[in-house]
């Protein structure tokens, strides 16, 4: 139930003290005894709950913890009693306030942002019954960054008035008290944003794709190692998360940017000199190799939830040995990466990366490819890798093979990361168009080849598992209904396939592509 | 969203001060939960604070043109909110007549507020009536206290029999002791036999001065005498009550 509420700045301690008496000539008090509060604001890596203009916090006090979500600046709030932080939505009870946080923070962990320590002199308004009809709090806070054991940076000291359900006009009366007789102004700034300003960090901006920015003219040796330079400090970014564990999408991102980078220079060939590029390339092949398995596994856990759903209840815990398992092979999987990350091969491939792309060549020394304007060799090479794609999905039938969608799959992925490459060269409405069309295909492909790849790997886990005596039958066969489960959705995507290509290959969509990307000369 | 009814056609047998225990024990463990004040004596109206008297009386609430959103009131216990009593219910029997499906009507009125509380409780006002009959189609289950005199269990045979004819929604009855003397003989048999032969709960509460002065204090038991006797019987009810329903 929303409870309304009002924030108020207070000057010294000296008003603090001022308005109290005030208070209490006026109204009916009793106070309160009231413990220090411990405030810790939780959000994702990529301060989702902020952007969306909401805070989440966790209240500790004397041995109570309240987990708070206020979802907007003037909006409502609700509270979830809690035993500890949360790092994950599923850490929470199964609950509404359980499911809106979800769709908002998916399966990326809460970490702690900022932290206030407040002493609070609480006091309850009573009516002629003596029944709480309010209640005032007046706070002194002090931040700290989430790290620090003691909060010692100054806030603003603040008066709350809230009220209790049924007793609106005492609070309009209490909010026309402080607002009016004593002239308080409201305190404009959220606690969030109090605390990071007194403790001097900002929300770091949301961190959407990757943006490109290039200049049609750019020779495309700059603009490649632009490119290059930006899929660099992803990675970097990401490092810290990696090594941590803490939430698997640093993981993901990490890979994502290794893949993009190793498929800029396959399809951008003959930009950086060849020596030099073919050697990254095997380098960032390897990175993809020491991270794969942890990420395959971080996948699998991922899933876990979805397979217990897909079950019927009876048969949900039968699926335990697996998640046990999993687990394992995941501790594994990640000490290995972890190691490998720490080698000296790892550590000098970012550096002589960082290296080689901070080298400029003049214009004037640019030979061939590389000293093109990069539209010119952006048109070009999307408009091949678009041929290629429409060619091997028109060549597909009923009764083709798996194996012609998964070649399918991997060449839009080109097609994709180039369209997202050059994106800043061409109008953002048809590159908008273009990359949504392309990506509902993708989508299709995407999980016909994952719900092949998931039934492979369930039943090597299941042989494994079976060879080391970690799953007796009935885990065994419930592993059994999920592959079955799993293949009538292959199924399904794979009859969903022509349509999905035919939506691509329409004509509007054609001419769109023809008209950014075919070149003006003899086509 | 677990509706439960604290009913007897006894008056003066605990009802009110078993709901308004529940109710606080309930919310002190997070469940968001709202108690019905039924009866128009407004006993657990006055227990709260809270000014027995809502907007357009029994009338317009039965009839559906006061929405009860409107006059639900925070007590000043976190989690706990109260719909008051009215001098009106006196009058619920004749408002529900009016309506179409008569039995229905309170479980309708009821089915908005399921999506802001996890527990609601019914504190119902002696009478084995029209309105106690919309109670049964409402409620989820019927905590009855009763005094262990042979005229309560004889109240309770009838009260069971007549529920186990109906055909229609069928509350779980839970019945249970209370105000229980041991210093009197015949307490202490009637307490045993119960505990041999019928369906009572095994909690049972004690007569206490404490529960009585709940109207000088007028705050729950658990608000003043957290660790007292009767207040630890409340609390073993209530975890009965909720192990047996699931």
């Known amino acids: ?73 003037k909006g409502s709030s609700e509270s979830l009693s809690v035993d500890e932080a949360p790092g994950f939505e599923w850490d929470l009870p199964d609950s509404e306030f359980r499911s809106r946080l979800a769709g908002i923070i998916e399966m990326r962990r809460l970490l702690p942002v900022a932290k206030v320590v407040s002493r609070r002199e609480s006091f309850r308004i009573l009516d002629s019954r003596r029944k709480t009809v309010a209640r005032v709090h007046v706070e002194s806070r002090r931040a700290g960054a989430p790290e620090s054991r003691v909060c010692r940076r100054a806030m603003p000291s603040i008066l709350v008035a809230s009220g209790i359900r049924g007793y609106d006009e005492d609070l309009e009366d209490l909010f026309e008290f402080f607002g009016v007789e004593l002239g308080l102004e409201i305190e404009a700034d959220s606690e969030l944003a109090a605390a990071l300003a007194a403790v001097g960090l900002t929300p770091v901006e949301a961190r959407s794709k990757i943006t490109f920015d290039l200049e049609p003219k750019m020779p495309a040796d700059s603009a490649l190692r632009q490119i290059l330079g930006r899929l660099l400090q992803t990675l970097e970014e990401n490092e810290d998360g990696v090594r941590s564990g803490l939430d698997t999408e640093f993981l993901h991102d990490f890979r994502v940017s290794s893949r993009r980078t190793r498929s800029a220079l396959t399809q951008l060939k003959g930009i950086l000199p060849a020596r030099a590029a073919g050697r990254f390339k095997r380098e960032f092949a390897w990175l993809g190799q020491v991270t794969g398995p942890t990420r395959d596994l971080d996948v699998y856990l991922l899933k876990m939830p979805s397979y217990r759903k897909s079950l019927t209840s009876g048969v949900r815990e039968d699926l335990e040995p697996l998640g046990v398992y999993l687990q394992g092979l995941q501790r594994q999987a990640r000490s290995k990466m972890t190691r490998s990350l720490g080698t000296k091969r790892y550590a000098k491939l970012l550096s002589d990366w960082r290296t080689f792309l901070e080298k400029t060549t003049p214009v004037e020394d640019l030979a061939g490819l590389a000293g093109r304007p990069i539209l010119e060799v952006a048109r070009a090479r999307t408009w091949k890798a678009y041929r290629r794609v429409l060619k091997g999905g028109s060549a597909i039938g009923a009764d083709t093979p798996a194996e012609a969608l998964h070649r399918l799959r991997i060449d839009c992925k080109k097609l994709r990361y180039l369209l997202e490459f050059f994106r800043s060269l061409f109008t953002p409405k048809d590159m908008a168009v273009l990359i949504k069309a392309l990506r509902r295909l993708q989508d299709n492909l995407g999980d016909f080849n994952d719900y092949e790849v998931q039934q492979d790997a369930l039943v090597t886990f299941a042989r494994d598992m079976s060879d080391k005596g970690l799953a007796g039958a009935v885990p065994l066969m419930a592993m059994g209904r999920l592959v079955e489960l799993l293949e009538l959705g292959q199924e399904r995507e794979r009859q969903r396939f022509h349509k999905q290509f035919d939506r691509f290959a329409a004509k509007k969509n054609r001419q769109r592509f023809q008209r950014l990307f075919k070149s003006r000369e003899a086509s | 969203m677990r509706v439960f009814a604290t009913y007897n056609i006894k008056g003066g047998v605990g009802k009110t001060a078993t709901a308004v225990n529940l109710a606080y024990l309930s919310a002190r463990e997070g469940a968001r939960t709202l108690l019905w004040d039924l009866d128009p004596q407004g006993a657990a109206t006055f227990y709260f604070r809270i000014e027995a008297a809502i907007s357009g009386g029994a009338e317009r609430l039965l009839s559906g043109k006061t929405d009860p959103d409107k006059l639900i009131r925070g007590t000043d216990f976190e989690g706990l909110d109260l719909l008051p009593a009215d001098f009106s219910y006196r009058n619920i029997d004749l408002e529900l007549e009016k309506s179409k499906k008569p039995t229905k009507r309170l479980a309708k009125l009821l089915q908005p507020l399921s999506k802001e509380y996890d527990h609601l409780f019914l504190d119902c006002a002696p009478s084995i009536s029209l309105v106690s009959e919309a109670i049964f189609v409402a409620s989820d289950a019927l905590l009855v206290p009763t005094i262990p005199t042979p005229l309560s269990l004889r109240t309770l045979d009838q009260l069971e029999k007549h529920l186990g004819g109906r055909k229609k929604r069928q509350p779980a009855v839970l019945p249970f002791m209370c105000m229980v003397d041991r210093r009197k003989s015949m307490h202490r048999q009637i307490c045993a036999e119960a505990t041999a032969h019928r369906q009572t709960l095994a909690a049972m ?22 660790s007292s006797l009767p207040a630890r019987a409340f609390e073993s009810l209530w975890r009965e009550i909720q192990r047996t329903l699931g």
């Open chain 1, 1 to 73: 139930m929303p409870v309304k509420s009002k924030i108020f700045r207070l000057g010294s301690p000296a008003d603090r003290a001022k308005i109290v008496k005030s208070l209490a000539s006026r109204f009916t008090l009793e106070r309160d005894v009231g413990a220090p509060v411990e405030t810790v604001f939780m959000d994702t890596f990529d301060w989702r709950i902020h952007h969306r203009g909401g805070a989440l916090f966790l209240e500790s006090s004397d041995s109570v913890r309240q987990l708070t979500w206020q979802t907007g600046p």
């Open chain 2, 205 to 226: 509460i004690p007569y206490s001065s404490l529960v009585e002065q709940m109207g000088l204090r007028r705050k729950p038991l658990g608000a003043y005498a957290g």
